[in-house]
């Protein structure tokens, strides 16, 4: 099939990389004229594993082209896939703004039968004035169908994700527009969700927060592990062999973030004050989550016995999670601004993430070291905040030898308390 991806950010682009390999002629419009010459050349804009390699392979295989314009790409495909940002307005709901005008640009220019596929997380009835918008522009003798086949996959395992995601899930409301999304994704061996457009909308949000929710329960009973002195961490683990409940998602740590769980919270907990109903659990899911990274920073002004004004502390890790240069709504970001904001002279390594961080903390006195061991030279504390491998895997007799004092703060849980003891540290986990 001819398709079109419009967004080459962590979604477009996997998706559209994926499925040209899978041998269709995939067009990918974006925006910015650099950013498109820079593709054309290999030149990858995100950092997610692999993406480097198979974007090189299909461009040079022709099956994978990059452009700023709609006329060719659009008129050439069976579907166009919308890929592009839904970030959260002050309010909590999702701005949409990019997504419909996206959409009028595709309606302008469709031509034959296309189906217009949202990939993009959007609510319920989103599809629905993509519907209006395409038929106030298209012309008459154009024909189209919406289809919102929402995505699933995690930064860092993109492209294993997309060729093996648990589940498609495709709303539709035509036979013809489902059998073609049934038929682009036939080589991708996952279940097949056929179901209504307003049915695939829900089941992104419900997805995500279902699993921040997971994830702020797990929190929740490490912190009250911490409490009665039980160990948080076996608390988990023991649930978590309940099949009922399964052990993904059940770690104790620093808080989610991200540029999906956080916004599409907010954006459901939206969704449901607009049809009067006060999705009060995700609140509190969400103060559950501000309140763990908060947490962290309270542990280490505890090791450092209340004064954390001048002192000099570590932050490693800045990216939202391992293996990806994703900044946005990192936990790193709220443990950062509060440990200014509390006087300490931070200095923060991340294998990835830094150039990222720059612009977002251009804001704050913070110093960006240039390795692992640098940044924790004669630190009062050092706090983890993500769990990448090489801190895991990091020498720490010559941390401990490096530090003024001794002290970690381990958000991730990725440290042994015993090991950690034994090498002389003062340590503390999440949850036991
Ligand atoms: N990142 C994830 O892990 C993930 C997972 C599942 C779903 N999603 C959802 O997918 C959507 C995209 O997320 P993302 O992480 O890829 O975002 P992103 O910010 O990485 O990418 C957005 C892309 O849209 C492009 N864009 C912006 N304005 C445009 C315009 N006017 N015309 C053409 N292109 C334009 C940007 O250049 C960028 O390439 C969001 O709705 C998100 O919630 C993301």
Not at 201 to 216: G, P, Q, R, V, W
Not at 239 to 265: E, H, M, Q, T, W
């Amino acid at each position: 099939m001819t398709i079109t991806f419009v967004g080459h950010g962590y979604v477009g682009l996997v998706s559209a990389a994926v499925f040209a390999d899978l041998g269709n002629t995939v067009y990918v419009i974006g925006h910015t004229a650099s950013k498109i010459e820079s593709l054309k050349k290999g030149i990858i804009p995100i950092y997610e594993p692999g993406i480097d390699e198979l974007v090189k392979r299909n461009v040079k295989a022709k099956r994978l082209l990059f452009t700023l314009e709609y006329t060719q790409a659009i008129s050439s495909s069976d579907a166009v896939f919308i890929a592009v940002g839904t970030p959260p307005k002050p309010n909590g709901e999702a701005d949409l703004s990019v997504v419909f005008d996206v959409a009028e640009k595709v309606g302008k220019h469709l031509k034959g039968y296309t189906v217009v596929v949202t990939k993009s997380t959007v609510p319920v009835g989103t599809n629905k004035r993509i519907r209006e918008i395409i038929n106030r522009v298209r012309a008459a003798s154009s024909s189209f169908d919406i289809a919102s086949v929402p995505e699933f996959l995690r930064e860092g395992q993109a492209i294993s994700d997309t060729r093996h995601p648990d589940r498609v899930v495709i709303g539709t409301d035509t036979e013809k527009a489902q059998e073609v999304m049934r038929e682009l994704h036939a080589p991708i061996q996952a279940t097949q969700v056929i179901t209504t457009i307003e049915t695939a909308e829900m089941i992104k949000y419900a997805s995500n927060a279902f699993l921040a929710t997971k994830i702020s329960f797990a929190n929740a009973i490490a912190s009250l592990s911490e409490k009665v002195g039980a160990d948080g961490t076996a608390v988990l683990s023991g649930i978590g062999l309940d099949r009922r409940i399964g052990s993904s998602f059940l770690n104790a740590g620093a808080g989610y973030g991200g540029s999906c769980f956080p916004k599409d919270v907010k954006a459901l907990i939206a969704i449901a004050k607009g049809y009067g109903y006060d999705f009060s659990l995700l609140r509190e899911v969400e103060t559950i989550n501000k309140h763990m990274m908060l947490s962290i920073v309270e542990k280490a002004e505890k090791m450092l016995h209340g004064k954390v004004r001048g002192k000099e502390i570590t932050v490693l890790g800045l990216s939202f999670k391992p293996d990806t240069d994703d900044m946005r709504d990192a936990p790193s970001l709220v443990v950062i601004r509060k440990l200014a904001e509390k006087g300490a002279r931070v200095r923060v390594f991340d294998p990835i993430a830094m150039e990222n961080a720059r612009k977002i903390l251009a804001d704050v006195s913070v110093a960006f070291a240039k390795d692992l061991y640098s940044s924790v030279k004669d630190a009062d504390a050092t706090i983890i905040v993500t769990e990448w491998d090489e801190f895991r895997e990091a020498d720490l007799g010559k941390i401990k030898k490096l530090m003024k004092t001794p002290n970690v703060v381990d958000g991730r849980n990725i440290y042994s308390p015993t090991r950690m003891k034994e090498l002389g540290f003062t340590y503390v986990g999440v949850g036991r």
